[in-house]
């Protein structure tokens, strides 16, 4: 089993900044992607930014320029440093890490860490 822990989520001004963390533990034996999603209320979880394992990341236009995804493979960390933020960034935040087993891949989810962004 892999258990994901979540943190750096909080209350931010518009044009602040949050980092946020997800660190893996657990039957971990490589680790394909890991990435972030987030969940506004009303709306669809949609991808923040995700980054593979040889470090190429796929960041939607929406907070090109502004999130910024990285990952400390030694410790199974993926960490979403998020610049300039705008109250439409407010949400859930979700990580999501693939695991592999054998050649299948598990995919688990963090229990989400909220970002409140005031206006």
């Known amino acids: 089993q892999v258990q994901l822990v979540e943190s750096g989520g909080g209350l931010v001004q518009a044009g602040g900044s949050l980092r946020l963390s997800c660190a893996a533990s657990?039957?971990?034996?490589?680790?394909?992607?890991m990435g972030w999603y987030r969940q506004a209320p009303g709306k669809q979880r949609e991808l923040a930014a995700v980054i593979a394992s040889d470090g190429s990341t796929n960041i939607p236009d929406s907070v090109k320029g502004r999130f910024t995804i990285s990952r400390d493979n030694a410790k199974n960390t993926v960490y979403l440093q998020m610049n300039s933020l705008k109250p439409e960034d407010a949400a859930v935040y979700y990580c999501?890490?693939?695991?592999?087993?054998?050649?299948?891949?598990?995919?688990?989810w963090g229990q989400g860490t909220q970002v409140t962004v005031s206006s």
């Open positions: 999501n890490v693939e695991v592999f087993r054998g050649s299948n891949l598990l995919s688990y």
């Open positions: 657990g039957s971990i034996f490589g680790i394909s992607a």
